[in-house]
């Protein structure tokens, strides 16, 4: 089993930062590829990033690339996603999301709750 938990959305300006963070239940973290997702209104839930549970292989979306990271922090049972230079098609609802495999699919085991993200002009 895994309990994800989102925080560090909220409003921020055009051209900002903000980094989100997923604590993650249980001591099997490590073995679980990790993803973000983000649903706007109107829209269905895309995928923005993955991480993968070995070598840490990256994927992000063409519409991220260059401007978010994601990270994670085995230890702490924490992935992060580090979004610059924000704008405001950014906005929506932030998931996090674990699995087996990476990458850009809807297939994860495991979603939290999500946290808002609001970038205005």
């Known amino acids: 089993q895994v309990q994800l938990v989102e925080s560090g959305g909220g409003l921020v300006q055009a051209g900002g930062s903000l980094t989100l963070s997923c604590a993650a239940s249980?001591?099997?973290?490590?073995?679980?590829?990790m993803g973000w997702f983000r649903q706007a209104p109107g829209e269905e839930r895309e995928f923005v990033a993955s991480?993968?549970?070995?070598?840490?292989?990256?994927d992000y979306a063409d519409s991220v690339k260059g401007r978010f990271t994601i990270s994670r922090n085995n230890a702490k049972n924490t992935v992060y996603l580090q979004m610059n230079s924000l704008k405001p098609e950014d906005t929506a609802i932030y998931y996090c999301?674990?699995?087996?495999?990476?990458?850009?699919?809807?297939?994860?085991?495991?979603w939290g709750q999500g946290t808002q993200v609001t970038v205005s002009s």
């Open positions: 999301a674990a699995g087996i495999v990476a990458g850009p699919n809807k297939e994860y085991d495991y």
């Open positions: 249980g001591r099997t973290f490590s073995s679980y590829a």
């Open positions: 991480i993968s549970r070995g070598v840490y292989s990256t």
